[in-house]
């Protein structure tokens, strides 16, 4: 229940004699003031912030004499940092992470702009690995999600840049990342954090695969080891939250082999050598069975049907027939599990999934008429035929619990000696 | 065994830590300006000529953007078999001549073990062509204050200027001077 909810209401209750006032005061106390939630504020005033006063000392920057300009940077990274350990302990938590995050903003900064001061050329990007190195320690010592966001960011930029300028792939930067904030995550799986950690090391393995020139369907056996690492998390929202992204990646490519597949332009780019590719994913796939069935979640190891490597299927009919028969496949499992759960928001999820299959098949239909003419027939007998069967089934559950669920409520709230019906 | 984690947000660790996080910073920040220094100090000096171009930056003052004589080797100073790539990072072995100025000897995937008189600097490939290919050494910028002596050489686009750069023992490269050829033979 939301506290907010409680605090408009209550004086309702009270006033209408439902409850007591002492009551009212055992159900506020019941539901503390939330956990300051992330602070989306702080953190895009620190980022402009940071960017205004770079550009206005760096306009003048030059005719700056240099020891000056070392003492404006380390000055404004102390001021920074002082400030935001000031209003911690004065209890003003996202003003204090806000300045904490400018800090570690402007020491990545300073290490940049130092190395211009005087014209010092890295050829590796060793000086920028410092960089990572205090944001993990400062989100370690703050337990903040903001310091969290910041130094993924911070690892997909150094990175990047590693990539862009220095034409190599920084393993460093992206070990650090993966276990430093990986543990970080491990122990404290709160939801925003553990999407974008997820979306950051994704990010680091697409960079990678791009600077081996690999085919880019490497990409996805280190994007489903994030996945893997999802299935041994205790903290089930947490373990979601973190195989959300690769999840959404494997299914888009799913999506756009069905699309684009059949043609076969891509063949090479999208082949690996057969038994390397299928070994390493058979791996991850074994690795993530374990984890799921120490946690008691084989129910969803139909994730991994995106995961079929289809694309070794010659193109053409085959391979838009076995995509589109997975998709369809992925979506029911979905459906099946959003059921089973009575998750509302999966059951959205998975009947969004299913029309998106049935629009490729559509587009496949528009594309060359017959072929796939029965195909979309399927598709809409198989929609219109789950939708009934759902609510049915829906309806039947809803009254069943509302048949059993009233009495038993009753019976905890008022008196402990009242006897329990059972329908 | 506490997890790392409640052991470091301890409210009565914070404080020391935080301390010993921003001092770290610090002086890393220092130690990078120290390197600046270092590598004048203890780096090997070599002399390249260069052209500059459209010395102007709209947000970071004035910078001259330079264009190295090495910056273009034939594709015969390539020593290996396998062809360039482009962005891959290469050596290029220099030899000091009769002016001082360094002029590339060979282009390696591995550092060579330069000669005397000769030293190692390292660049990225940017393009390759049937013949030659272009290198950038992230020495192609020169920031200079605004409105000084080497902006009037804009005027005069076409002097060729004497680049010193220092390279440190442990690779990394600085320009420590730049100048005016044209000016000096005047």
């Known amino acids: 229940m939301s506290r907010k909810f409680l605090e408009t209401e209550s004086p309702g209750w009270v006033a209408d004699g439902l409850i007591s006032e002492a009551q009212q005061q055992q159900l506020l106390a019941r539901y503390p003031a939330d956990a300051p939630t992330l602070g989306l504020l702080p953190l895009l005033g620190s980022v402009l912030v940071g960017l205004s006063a770079l550009s206005v000392v760096a306009a003048n920057w030059q005719a700056l004499p240099a020891a000056l300009r070392l003492a404006l940077l380390l000055g404004s990274l102390l001021g920074s940092y002082g400030a935001g350990a000031y209003f911690l302990r004065r209890g003003i938590a996202d003003l204090g992470h806000g300045l904490i995050g400018l800090g570690l903003i402007l020491f990545g900064a300073s290490i940049i702009l130092v190395s211009q001061l005087y014209q010092l050329v890295g050829y590796d990007v060793s000086g920028l690995l410092a960089w990572v190195v205090a944001g993990t320690a400062l989100s370690y010592v703050y337990g903040s999600r903001l310091l969290v966001l910041l130094t993924v960011l911070i690892g997909a930029a150094v990175q990047t840049y590693c990539v862009q300028v220095l034409g190599s792939f920084s393993y460093a930067t992206a070990a650090l990342v993966a276990a430093g904030l990986g543990y970080y995550w491990w122990r404290r799986p709160a939801v925003v954090s553990s999407t974008v950690l997820a979306v950051g090391l994704l990010w680091q393995a697409g960079l990678l695969v791009a600077v081996l020139h690999a085919k880019i369907t490497w990409f996805f056996v280190p994007a489903m080891a994030i996945y893997a690492a999802g299935d041994w998390q205790a903290n089930r929202a947490g373990a979601r939250a973190l195989q959300g992204p690769p999840l959404v990646a494997a299914y888009l490519f799913m999506f756009g082999l069905a699309t684009f597949g059949e043609t076969d332009t891509y063949a090479n780019v999208l082949r690996p050598p057969l038994l390397p590719y299928l070994a390493s994913l058979a791996a991850v796939f074994g690795l993530s069975v374990a984890g799921k069935r120490a946690h008691g979640r084989l129910n969803t190891l139909l994730d991994w049907l995106l995961l079929l490597p289809g694309f070794y299927l010659p193109g053409g009919l085959p391979l838009a027939v076995a995509t589109l028969v997975v998709l369809y496949a992925h979506a029911g499992s979905v459906l099946a599990r959003a059921h089973r759960n009575q998750d509302s928001d999966q059951l959205t999820l998975g009947a969004v999934l299913f029309v998106a299959a049935t629009a490729v098949a559509y587009f496949k239909l528009t594309w060359a008429f017959l072929d796939k003419s029965l195909f979309f027939l399927l598709g809409g007998v198989l929609l219109l035929g789950l939708s009934w069967y759902l609510r049915r089934r829906n309806a039947q559950t809803l009254a069943a619990s509302a048949a059993s669920a009233p009495p038993a409520d009753t019976a905890a709230t008022t008196s402990p000696d009242a006897p329990i019906q059972h329908s | ?186």
């Open chain 2, 1 to 186: 065994m506490p997890n790392l984690l409640t052991w470091a947000s301890d409210p009565a660790r914070r404080r020391p830590l935080l301390r010993l996080l921003v001092a770290a910073q610090v002086l890393y920040v220092l130690g990078v300006a120290g390197a600046g220094y270092a590598t004048t100090a203890l780096g090997q000096h070599i002399v390249l000529a260069t052209t500059p171009v459209d010395p102007r930056d709209l947000l970071r003052g004035d910078f001259v953007r330079l264009r190295y004589t090495i910056s273009e080797a034939p594709l015969s100073q390539w020593r290996e078999a396998a062809p360039p790539r482009r962005r891959q990072g290469v050596f290029v072995l220099l030899a000091a001549g009769a002016d001082s100025l360094s002029t590339t000897v060979g282009i390696y995937p591995t550092a060579p073990t330069p000669g005397p008189n000769q030293a190692v600097l390292r660049a990225w490939v940017t393009d390759v062509y049937r013949h030659s290919l272009t290198l950038r050494f992230n020495l192609e910028r020169y920031y200079v204050p605004e409105g000084s002596g080497l902006r009037r050489e804009k005027a005069g686009r076409l002097h060729p200027l004497r680049v010193h750069v220092s390279i440190a023992p442990w690779g990394q490269a600085r320009i420590a001077r730049v100048e005016d050829a044209g000016a000096a033979k005047r």
